[in-house]
């Protein structure tokens, strides 16, 4: 066999090409960030700080000039309560226009962490600018998908609320049973809504993956993630369930007792209230601000864990149903071998004949069966031209031995 046909298997990297355990899928996502922490963390931080100082500029100068509006004002005016009103819906649309904005850069952080997943399961440790170069086409789409969740949230609240509140309406006029009879229906629709917004939010969880790397639009992105997820929901909510338990535990732990220590330390370092001096009242911002700075810290880790965890969920549902570890290990092998970037081709593009369909997914093989790292989805005939390919050697073989035939007449033997 020629040299020039062989290649080393494929050295595993961050992301393991084959089917993952559970265990896997929830000790991944954090080491994608110890893979990437530059990127990954440091761009999580950015957008944290940056949300956070956005939404408190804007809602601070609104909510200043609104108010300050309402101190000309006399209760006894006729304008008073137009403009509390007036007041109350503006800052209550600054808010929510906000909580839109904090939207988009949550999409963009799921992009991003999406696109350096998948750039890790190609062994490639990318920039930021490579990057946002693979997650831009897909920026619009990503916070589409965010607001839809939104809005999905605020539709649920107001249909509840809206019950709750005609329900309550009808029996002041009548009696106190029509009410109590309203609270509990109130209460059942609100447990009702909680295990349906559960459901929903796993079975579409892998959205901004596929709308990254497969680079589909919102429809198809949806029905992606719903197929992908088919056989796997138990699954793929207990691995954000605890991911998600241990974020916020770590958050927990750390955010309440520094917290509890800024209000105790706070009469110490500024006993007068930190308006007579300026050293006070600087040691107050700081006893004040640096809890709430380590609390964003552990807040963009647990975001990056999160989206990791989505990513990762993705391509192990791909590797089981679709056969993508095959894919990306034969990509692999050929860019080692030198094929060029064009005749690689994107190795997370969707092959129809492989692709998961309405049909009941495929049954899955155990997890011992799992291809290991470095086989390869080619056939014998496809590695090695036809000429080169390697044929067994058997011994000869002459079968059962004749006698030896009887010496001629006359004849002996001298």
Not at 113 to 124: H, K, P, W, Y
Not at 144 to 171: K, P, T
Not at 221 to 226: G, I, K
Request: with cysteine.
């Amino acid at each position: 066999m020629s040299a020039q046909y062989w290649t080393p298997a494929v050295r595993p990297g961050l992301v393991p090409l084959h089917p993952l355990t559970f265990g896997a899928l929830i000790g991944k996502p954090f080491a994608a960030l110890r893979h990437n922490p530059k990127v990954l963390f440091g761009f999580a931080i950015v957008i944290q700080l940056v949300i956070a100082i956005v939404t408190l500029v804007v809602i601070g100068v609104v909510a200043v000039a609104t108010f300050m509006r309402m101190e000309s004002l006399s209760p006894s005016s006729p304008d008073f309560y137009p403009v509390m009103w007036g007041t109350i819906a503006i800052n209550a649309l600054v808010v929510l226009a906000m909580s839109f904005v904090s939207l988009a850069f949550t999409a963009v952080m799921q992009g991003v962490v999406a696109a350096d997943v998948g750039s890790a399961a190609l062994r490639e440790k990318a920039p930021l600018g490579r990057l946002w170069q693979r997650m831009r086409p897909a920026f619009w789409r990503l916070v589409g998908w965010s607001v839809l969740q939104a809005l999905a949230a605020i539709v649920l609240m107001l249909v509840i609320g809206g019950i709750i509140a005609l329900g309550v309406m009808a029996g002041i006029g009548g009696s106190g049973e029509g009410v109590a009879v309203t609270v509990v229906v109130g209460v059942v629709l609100v447990l009702g809504a909680i295990p349906l917004w559960i459901w929903l939010s796993t079975k579409l969880l892998l959205v901004p993956s596929v709308l990254v790397l497969e680079g589909e639009r919102l429809r198809p992105a949806l029905v992606r993630s719903w197929r992908l997820t088919r056989g796997r929901f138990w699954n793929t909510f207990g691995v954000i369930f605890l991911i998600g338990l241990i974020m916020n535990a770590a958050v927990s732990v750390i955010s309440v007792p520094l917290s509890l220590l800024g209000s105790l330390l706070l009469p110490v370092v500024a006993p007068t209230g930190g308006t007579d001096d300026a050293t006070e009242l600087v040691m107050a911002i700081v006893v004040s601000t640096v809890p709430q700075l380590i609390v964003y810290v552990l807040q963009a880790v647990a975001i990056v864990v999160q989206c990791a965890a989505g990513a990762f969920i993705y391509l192990d549902s791909r590797m089981r149903y679709e056969g993508l570890d095959h894919s990306l290990i034969t990509y692999l092998e050929r860019r080692d071998l030198g094929a060029a970037p064009e005749e690689l081709g994107d190795p997370f593009a969707v092959d129809p004949e492989r692709a998961v369909s309405s049909a009941p997914p495929p049954r899955q093989s155990p997890q011992n069966a799992a291809p290991p790292v470095g086989w390869s989805a080619y056939p014998a005939a496809q590695q090695y031209p036809a000429a080169q390919q390697p044929q067994p050697q058997y011994p000869a073989y002459s079968g059962p031995q004749a006698p030896p035939p009887p010496p001629p007449p006359g004849y002996g033997g001298a």
